[in-house]
């Protein structure tokens, strides 16, 4: 079974660039998440998607951040404009439904903003 | 901020030894799941308890859960160098449609040769 697909890898832009990242979720996963990793730090939810849906994006900074999910299988993440601070790993992730069954994560993507 | 907490945050054993992590969370659950990450790699799943269950095994790790002190504890026997990683709780909090997947701080586990 193939696993959650991430790209690019790592990404290193300057502040102030725009920047996405894009995750293939698990073939019949319902749910897909958004994660940031700072360095050091757990995972912290950024965005969480039923479908197409948005369940919950209270921790997503909306004021630079943008996620979507238009026809319920593949996603996009964007952050305009980058903050140094933004410096992290992007991780998706996806499961069944949202008990969290089958849930798995993608590689991630490393960003530096330099 | 309903973030889960670990406690140690760090933690350096001889190997053989046995390893022990602790997570304590702050709202109801459904189930609690850990997962081990490498330095610089994706989290990897190692097991998931239920909130309905208070410990599980899978090989050389011993899951349990005291849902009335809302902590888990991992414990891993037996040490390995492959070992070294950071080891992160996380819960399913909350129902239905408010249900999200919640992660602990980590601890960094360091196994010495």
């Known amino acids: 079974e193939a696993g959650v697909a991430q790209s690019p890898r790592y990404k290193i832009i300057e502040k102030r660039q725009s920047v996405a990242f894009w995750c293939n979720p698990i073939?019949?996963?319902?749910?897909l998440y958004w994660y940031q990793q700072i360095l050091g730090q757990g995972p912290k939810l950024l965005i969480q998607f039923q479908n197409n849906g948005v369940v919950d994006d209270s921790q997503l900074p909306k004021d630079r951040f943008s996620a979507e999910r238009l026809k319920g299988v593949d996603s996009t993440l964007k952050i305009q404009p980058a903050k140094l601070e933004d410096s992290a790993v992007y991780l998706c992730a996806s499961s069944l439904d949202r008990t969290g069954d089958g849930y798995t994560f993608g590689s991630g993507t490393r960003l530096t903003v330099v | 901020s309903q973030q889960g907490e670990e406690d140690p945050q760090a933690l350096s054993i001889q190997e053989g030894e046995n390893a022990t992590m602790n997570c304590s969370y702050k709202?109801?659950?459904?189930?609690l799941q850990w997962y081990r990450q490498n330095s610089g790699r994706g989290l990897v799943h190692l097991i998931l308890i239920r909130s309905n269950e208070r410990e599980k095994h899978s090989g050389r790790l011993r899951v349990t859960l005291d849902t009335s002190k809302k902590s888990s504890s991992l414990l891993i026997t037996a040490s390995r160098a492959a070992d070294t990683a950071s080891y992160f709780c996380?819960?399913?909090?909350?129902?239905?449609?408010?249900?999200?997947?919640?992660f602990g701080s980590g601890t960094r586990l360091s196994i010495r040769p």
């Open positions: 709202t109801s659950i459904n189930n």
């Open positions: 073939s019949g996963h319902a749910t």
């Open positions: 996380a819960y399913l909090s909350g129902y239905s449609s408010a249900s999200k997947i919640i």
